[in-house]
């Protein structure tokens, strides 16, 4: 079973993806901040990060992290604005269609 790191500082929608991702048969963890999550980037197959996680670093900073330390992880931001980062393998726009964002996490797990 694949594991998905969640990164959000809102509870209601780290709980939503959990429970979204679970159902599509995923392990998923979770942490609050990008601080918080780094710690947790081994243990998973791709990152799933808010933008703005609040903390001492945001999204974009623990994409480049994570690109430079693990270069072959997938990571997917998310942001309440349209956004492009051109170190993430994907960017998601919260409000939009989850099963897009479903889409996009089973095609860079089975790449």
């Known amino acids: 079973m694949k594991t998905i790191l969640v990164i959000d500082d809102t509870a209601i929608i780290r709980q939503l993806l959990r429970e979204f991702l679970e159902m599509e048969g995923y392990n998923v963890l979770t942490a609050e901040t990008a601080e918080l999550g780094f ?62 964002l479903v889409g996009k996490v089973n095609e860079l797990l089975t790449e």
């Open 39 to 100: 710690p947790k980037v081994m243990q998973a197959d791709l990152v799933l990060s808010d933008v703005n996680t609040g903390g001492l670093y945001d999204g974009n900073e623990l994409c480049r992290k994570i690109k430079v330390d693990y270069p072959n992880l997938p990571v997917i931001l998310m942001s309440s604005l349209s956004i492009f980062t051109p170190q993430a393998d994907f960017t998601f726009t919260k409000g939009h269609d989850l099963g897009e």
